[in-house]
């Protein structure tokens, strides 16, 4: 059974509570925009025989903000994945990662309607990497480098 530790926690206390423990932590602040940083790690093994889970996540991260400025919006993140090294015996490693991404749009408000422009490209590093709870892993990587445009009109 997962266990969810407040941040307040120490680390020393969330190990001795629990063999399995998931951390998540979650702060927001604005300054002229929003940010929200967010990681979580879990450290699950057999009691008996100290033998990783299968298909555990390692340790990841998301760091991003929101600015707004009238209609316009922009939004870059960073998303991050350490090396998975705690396998079960059957269990391929996968590498660590950081991709960067970044959605931007723009909303015309009318009336009876609004029109909004967007724009969303991932992966903007090209980076090769592995989803470590993939069951394909073995075999497909995760999307490269792409981009998005939408342009939507909604009428109230």
Not at 8 to 33: D, G, H, M, Y
Not at 50 to 55: I, V, Y
Request: with cysteine; proline share 7%.
């Amino acid at each position: 059974m997962a266990k969810w530790i407040d941040p307040t926690f120490s680390l020393l206390e969330a190990l001795v509570a629990n063999s399995i423990w998931c951390s998540r932590l979650k702060k927001p602040w604005r300054i002229l925009c929003e940010s929200c940083p967010l990681s979580d790690y879990v450290n699950a093994e057999l009691k008996v025989t100290e033998t990783p889970l299968p298909r555990i996540p390692p340790l990841r991260g998301r760091v991003g903000f929101e600015a707004f400025y009238k209609g316009f919006q922009f939004n870059p993140e960073v998303i991050m994945a350490k090396d998975q090294n705690r396998l079960f015996p059957l269990e391929t490693r996968t590498p660590g990662y950081a991709t960067v991404n970044l959605t931007a749009s723009y909303t015309i408000a009318r009336q009876h309607s609004a029109q909004t422009i967007s724009f969303n490209a991932f992966n903007l590093n090209d980076r090769l990497y592995f989803n470590h709870l993939s069951f394909i892993k073995g075999f497909a990587p995760e999307i490269g480098r792409g981009a998005r445009l939408v342009y939507t009109v909604r009428f109230y």
